[in-house]
DNA sequence: CTGAAAGCGCTTACAG
DNA sequence: CTGAAAGCGCTTACAG
């Protein structure tokens, strides 16, 4: 089924038949009858290739996680969804499984289709190399009009950016868990070279210099950015010697991990332990205890990228957009020892 | 950057330069790496549509889900882009966010971008409607050398399927509770439309049969199929009078908006009452209690209905690839009243 | 408003 | 093994 066949039974150009079956252009009213009646009767299906070729534009928007089977993309990646069907757009959805060379390669595959913007979901990798070849493969993609928008902080990327407040957010969490009268923490980390995770150490970090609080080398344990990286985290910490009232796993999915691997050694949460996430992902609200988390409003910042990408640029500036973290004090954090915290928090 | 230039600064032909950057016929050595040369130094990137028009086969597959936010989807997509990534295809995802006609719609989408396999996620409709206007749009697409592979059973399609056996291990699960001494079920179910659900409450319905177990009507409370869906069935269950001792979620999401709900209500889980799904979503396992399920295997389930779908067929009869549901009692469920169960289960 | 024609960037018989 | 040429199925100036 092709155009020239739907524009031979109505009797018309295939020109004609192409603008009454788009719209781009007025096409007298009988004619236009006989065109969209022709194309239903025949089942008449474009070929995207053909009017991509033809056009020189696509509808497709990439977009490149880390991986879709984590609650954390899963939730972004419904809202960039979400906005791409109000768009009318078709979503071409790229798995890393955590290798940056692929998400380098996906870049180029994307430029290959010719989509029409690059979303890069999931945190920038503090690696010269890596940023080397993304540029290369950004630059010439986006100068020949391809849009690029990430999410999380991509160094020297300039591109773009909707902006969790990571650092700000571990800050904000910080000082609560010190009003709660903590004063021992160790962190479970993820891999130092993804930028949320440097971020959001360093937020936590600073808040509790503030204090004049310090974080014991020792006391921070890195793991993959996985539930079973926070588990083999949490129980490396307890094997060296758990000094902490309090732990901050960088990830909620960490964080339930962790969970696991606390309980197993028969460390009760929050009575022995004091346990907090980020991100607020779908989920941990409903374990028991719920987790006090730093809340980022995934879907939101899954729609936000899609419109940021999309939206005409005015300047030459790589716009950034903000989003706060919001901390919310649930369960799984609790005043230490019985309750010492000022009223007041903080 | 066009294929002729790369040609032209190789000093071959078009046809030379296609061959020798496909591999798809002998080049001379010299030639070959000529081309290779200028394509790098150039920066050339194939277009992919033009490829796609061209040799009339794309390398992408379309994956159409409910909700990609939702971790059931979510599991099986992450299985669908492993395979994907296996094969070197790309992967074209769609929610319908729950809409019938929109899935309708994304599959004739699909047919334009020439997908090479279309991928059904998620349950299929009880609705002659739907399913009329679904084979409308699959039949064509598949006589035009369309692959199509679902996931769960769709009625009248006649496509390949990766079927998980609802039916068979809501009876075992049922089986399992029976066990441990229940006697009194309520049941928190979906959209009645919905295969999945029709087979999971038949299956169980089945298996209480066997022991003369009735389900009250009103026992029997219906929700959307989310966590909302789980916990507003649940309050519903609680206002009507709840008059079981062990609740059966048809799937693990609402399970957990029903356990929510329960415990809001001052109900302990198991010792008041015993909760059961089906699915065993990543997370349920790390709930408190952990929660008792039908285990399938989500990841593998995607990764095999891409396989199915590109498996070259032998013969007409569209093949089905059974996958058996295992129950995981876990916490969430207790003996009935301390355990009267016999001690074998079953 | 309509149509003939060129062109989008490739691939692949077909000759040589 | 290599190249000239046709063709994939559209869109869109360009005339009329």
């Given at each position: 089924?092709?155009?020239?066949?739907?524009?031979?039974?109505?009797?018309?150009?295939?020109?004609?038949?192409?603008?009454?079956?788009?719209?781009?252009?007025?096409?007298?009213?009988?004619?236009?009858?006989?065109?969209?009646?022709?194309?239903?009767?025949?089942?008449?299906?474009?070929?995207?290739?053909?009017?991509?070729?033809?056009?020189?534009?696509?509808?497709?928007?990439?977009?490149?996680?880390?991986?879709?089977?984590?609650?954390?993309?899963?939730?972004?990646?419904?809202?960039?969804?979400?906005?791409?069907?109000?768009?009318?757009?078709?979503?071409?959805?790229?798995?890393?499984?955590?290798?940056?060379?692929?998400?380098?390669?996906?870049?180029?595959?994307?430029?290959?289709?010719?989509?029409?913007?690059?979303?890069?979901?999931?945190?920038?990798?503090?690696?010269?190399?890596?940023?080397?070849?993304?540029?290369?493969?950004?630059?010439?993609?986006?100068?020949?009009?391809?849009?690029?928008?990430?999410?999380?902080?991509?160094?020297?990327?300039?591109?773009?950016?909707?902006?969790?407040?990571?650092?700000?957010?571990?800050?904000?969490?910080?000082?609560?868990?010190?009003?709660?009268?903590?004063?021992?923490?160790?962190?479970?980390?993820?891999?130092?070279?993804?930028?949320?995770?440097?971020?959001?150490?360093?937020?936590?970090?600073?808040?509790?210099?503030?204090?004049?609080?310090?974080?014991?080398?020792?006391?921070?344990?890195?793991?993959?950015?996985?539930?079973?990286?926070?588990?083999?985290?949490?129980?490396?910490?307890?094997?060296?010697?758990?000094?902490?009232?309090?732990?901050?796993?960088?990830?909620?999915?960490?964080?339930?991990?962790?969970?696991?691997?606390?309980?197993?050694?028969?460390?009760?949460?929050?009575?022995?332990?004091?346990?907090?996430?980020?991100?607020?992902?779908?989920?941990?609200?409903?374990?028991?205890?719920?987790?006090?988390?730093?809340?980022?409003?995934?879907?939101?910042?899954?729609?936000?990228?899609?419109?940021?990408?999309?939206?005409?640029?005015?300047?030459?500036?790589?716009r950034v957009e903000r989003i706060a973290g919001e901390v919310l004090l649930r369960g799984s954090t609790a005043p230490w020892r019985g309750g010492t915290a000022?009223?007041?928090?903080?």
């Amino acid at each position: 089924m092709t155009l020239d066949a739907v524009a031979r039974t109505a009797g018309v150009s295939a020109a004609t038949a192409s603008r009454a079956l788009n719209g781009t252009a007025r096409v007298r009213e009988d004619l236009r009858t006989r065109v969209l009646l022709a194309a239903e009767r025949l089942g008449y299906i474009p070929n995207a290739h053909a009017q991509a070729l033809a056009s020189a534009q696509s509808s497709v928007v990439g977009v490149i996680c880390h991986d879709v089977g984590d609650p954390y993309f899963s939730a972004i990646a419904s809202g960039v969804m979400r906005a791409a069907a109000a768009r009318d757009l078709m979503v071409m959805l790229a798995s890393t499984f955590r290798a940056p060379a692929r998400e380098v390669a996906y870049v180029s595959t994307l430029r290959a289709h010719r989509a029409r913007a690059i979303l890069l979901i999931g945190s920038g990798f503090e690696d010269t190399a890596w940023e080397r070849s993304m540029a290369a493969e950004l630059g010439p993609y986006r100068s020949s009009g391809g849009r690029v928008a990430v999410v999380s902080r991509h160094r020297s990327l300039r591109v773009d950016t909707v902006l969790p407040e990571n650092r700000a957010g571990a800050a904000e969490l910080a000082r609560a868990l010190i009003g709660l009268g903590h004063r021992d923490f160790a962190v479970l980390t993820g891999p130092p070279s993804l930028t949320t995770v440097a971020d959001r150490l360093r937020g936590f970090r600073d808040a509790l210099a503030e204090h004049s609080i310090r974080l014991a080398a020792d006391q921070v344990v890195e793991g993959a950015f996985t539930r079973e990286g926070g588990y083999a985290a949490a129980a490396e910490l307890l094997a060296r010697g758990l000094r902490a009232s309090c732990v901050f796993a960088v990830t909620d999915v960490m964080a339930v991990g962790a969970l696991a691997a606390l309980r197993e050694s028969g460390l009760r949460v929050p009575e022995d332990l004091s346990l907090a996430g980020f991100d607020d992902v779908p989920i941990v609200r409903d374990l028991t205890p719920p987790l006090t988390t730093v809340a980022l409003p995934l879907v939101r910042m899954g729609e936000t990228v899609l419109d940021l990408a999309l939206r005409e640029p005015r300047g030459q500036r790589s716009r950034v957009e903000r989003i706060a973290g919001e901390v919310l004090l649930r369960g799984s954090t609790a005043p230490w020892r019985g309750g010492t915290a000022p009223p007041g928090s903080e």
